[in-house]
Every structure is written in structure tokens, then in C-alpha cells.
């Protein structure tokens, strides 16, 4: 979990049951971040609320404290449950791609079993194709 959480309501009273649901949602997260980068992270969450001509919409934006850059994700729906839940796929997408710019080793693309049979049928058809050409 990401230790330090700061959720605040801009005009607006958040209720218990809204910051329980956010710190486990963007707490979770933490597990997307490389093992190195785990120590002094932090998150804030702001919620406002938006009067517009065509009714009334919750902004939800979340900005992610890392060592190396700081990540920035809002969105505005009629709930603001959903503007959090469509705030953390896009924290989701953005850690992925930062994970896969702080790490060490790259992620495989095509995992689990169906990508290890497919790498291992590419290596062997490479092989074969080798030795054909030296035969001739």
C-alpha cells in the first residue's frame, strides 16, 4: 500500500465511506511500481465538484509522488466513484509504461502459457530454417 494518501475535498464534504474506497483503490497500486522505486511514494487526491449547463459532474485527479517523476491522471463523471475507478485505470496504463522505463529488465509482451509456447515455437522454427540453409 502506498503509505501516505492525502484526499481532499475542494468545496465539497468527502464521507468516510468515499476515502476508505479511494486509499484501498490507489493503494493497491503500489504493487505496479519496480520493487526499487517502492520507498517514498505518495498520493493526492483531489475531488471537486463541477457545475456545468448540462449537470452537475465530480473532476477526480490524482497526481502520484515517485523518485524519478511525478504522474498526473483526472477524469469527470455524474458519479464520483466512477471518475475514481476510471482515474485508476489510467493510473494503471501510466505505471506500466513507467515501470517499463525504471526497471532493469523489460516485461514480455505475449505472457503467460500461450506466449511461452509461442516464443518457444519461434526459437525452433529459427533453428530449423539455420540448419536447412547449411545443408544446401
Known sequence: MIRQIDITGINLDLGDDFKRYATRKIGRLERLIPRQNRGDNRAEIRVK????SHGN????????????????????????FAALDIVEEKLKN???????????????????????????REQSDSGVGTEMAEVE
Open 49 to 52: 465538484e463541477v457545475n456545468e
Open 57 to 80: 459532474k465530480y473532476r477526480v485527479e490524482v497526481i502520484l509522488h515517485l523518485p524519478d517523476e511525478q504522474i498526473s491522471v483526472q477524469d469527470s463523471t455524474m458519479n464520483m
Open 94 to 120: 501510466c505505471l506500466h509504461k513507467y515501470k517499463d522505463k525504471h526497471s532493469n529488465r523489460p516485461r514480455i509482451q505475449g505472457g503467460g502459457i500461450f506466449g511461452r509456447f509461442k516464443r518457444q
